[in-house]
């Protein structure tokens, strides 16, 4: 039987966490049922768009996306990702479009008349969309997670790397601040990790200039991080996969372009609950990454290298 207080969502896991980077899915899978969390998949749901849709037109982008959030209406549940880059997608559409409601209604309308058009759902506004970060810091709560720690993470000093539509998309953003945020580095207190400060936590990982000006994306993945290991990081930890996939899958790339030798582990979030909540490195997709995490998991001293 279900616990009464668990916390129950419409999980939206996103495309890059069921492809190239599967161990963000595996990892939110595993922390779920420790952190009193039911995620209950929405399977029919779409590609947010990573922000493109809206360059050849903002009712595309609006549309796809007021269809993901109706889905999660329909299940009278918050929306829940785990890729700042869907977070900030989606959840400024749901902005936009709870504005319309009152602001520019005749737009909803034509939204959601395409919405029914194609037998869905019509989007009502009645629900939030909220990234895992956020649920782990206003759902959860930092003190309750604290008492679900079983494997302090004394001794790993971490680096956090936001990424940019977590902080910069959205006009309001729960829990934290989008100049000078702190959740990330709340939750690594909590878990007993240090954190690093270092130039560049809240700026771009150059993922976005990836497809056009690879030399130049890379440059700045490799000024992220090399300023993290000169702040004395073990790892850097984000929320976001596309983040990741730069940080991490292209490190190899960006250690040539800039002409030496990185060797930084990234971990995803829900990686990072995972080691504190007990889990095993194998459950959490740990082997999975391009750059070698085994120099994290020997900083630890309750799993073994």
Not at 32 to 42: Q, R, S, T, V
Not at 82 to 96: A, K, L
Request: with cysteine.
């Amino acid at each position: 039987m279900l616990s009464q207080t668990r916390l129950r969502y419409a999980y939206y896991p996103g495309c890059v966490a069921q492809g190239a980077c599967r161990e963000l899915h595996l990892s939110t899978q595993a922390i779920a049922p420790l952190l009193d969390m039911e995620l209950i998949e929405l399977k029919q749901a779409s590609c947010c768009g990573s922000g493109t849709f809206k360059e050849d037109s903002w009712l595309l982008e609006d549309t796809v996306n007021a269809r993901n959030i109706a889905l999660a209406e329909e299940l009278n549940l918050p929306l829940l990702t785990h890729c700042s880059t869907c977070q900030g997608v989606i959840g400024h559409v749901d902005e936009r479009l709870k504005e319309a409601q009152s602001q520019r209604p005749e737009y909803l309308a034509q939204v959601n008349q395409l919405l029914d058009e194609q037998g869905c759902h019509p989007y009502r506004g009645s629900t939030d969309v909220k990234h895992i970060l956020w649920a782990i810091v206003g759902d959860v709560g930092l003190e309750t997670l604290g008492k679900k720690v079983v494997r302090s993470l004394t001794g790993l000093k971490c680096a956090a790397f936001y990424g940019c539509y977590l902080l910069r998309s959205q006009k309001q953003l729960p829990f934290d601040h989008p100049i000078h945020p702190q959740s990330l580095e709340n939750v690594f207190e909590t878990l007993g990790a240090t954190p690093v400060d270092y130039n560049g936590r809240t700026q771009c990982c150059g993922w976005p200039l990836s497809s056009y000006a690879t030399e130049e994306s890379f440059r700045m993945a490799g000024l992220r991080l090399k300023a993290a290991i000169a702040a004395g990081a073990d790892c850097i930890v984000t929320p976001c996969p596309l983040c990741h996939l730069n940080l991490d899958s292209r490190q190899p790339e960006i250690a040539n372009i800039m002409g030496e030798s990185l060797q930084l582990p990234i971990l995803h979030l829900p990686q990072l609950v995972g080691l504190a909540l007990g889990l095993e490195p194998a459950q959490l997709g740990l082997g999975k990454h391009v750059v070698s995490t085994q120099s994290v998991l020997a900083k630890l001293k309750n799993y073994n290298a």
